[in-house]
């Protein structure tokens, strides 16, 4: 069986780059001082790189950084990507996207549904606001696309691969 699925006419593969600043050999166990601080400009340095290779989306999924610290962070990877064409969607964090002036927010399966995510883009007139989704059955990607999401991303688990399929 061939596992190419072929994207419908009109449609384009988005390459997303999906952050862990823990995974990066710089970051130390310790989350404090000096340490965090390297692990943070390891992140930024590998955000630079992969918006330069042409990445479509940068999606900061840091779930252990406290809001404060991860607007900064939102920040710095807008301030380090601009003009590249990549865009930096905020994991799960509608309120840090919006704050730190994030290009969208990418909703998990417990995150705000995305139907309310999407009437509020539509009230405040931002379209252009991307709506990303998890999806982990052929259901959820069909509810999240009837709810507004622009993508959604699909894990491979099995295969260890994650592929984000616009909708």
Known sequence: ???????????????CYVTDRRSLTLASSSASGESAGLAENA???????????????????EKDLEGRALARLVRRASET???SGAKILVNDRLDVALSAGAAGVHLGEASLPVETVAEWRRFAGRGEFQIGVS????????????????SQLHPRRRLGLRRELPV
């Open 1 to 15: 069986m061939d596992p190419r699925i072929p994207l419908p006419p009109g449609r384009k593969l988005i390459l």
């Open 43 to 61: 992140l930024i340095k590998s955000i630079q790189i992969a918006a330069a290779a042409g990445v479509d989306w940068i999606q900061i999924r």
């Open 81 to 83: 990507t601009w003009g």
């Open 135 to 150: 999806c982990h059955s052929i259901e959820a990607a069909r509810t999240a696309e009837r709810g507004g999401a622009d």
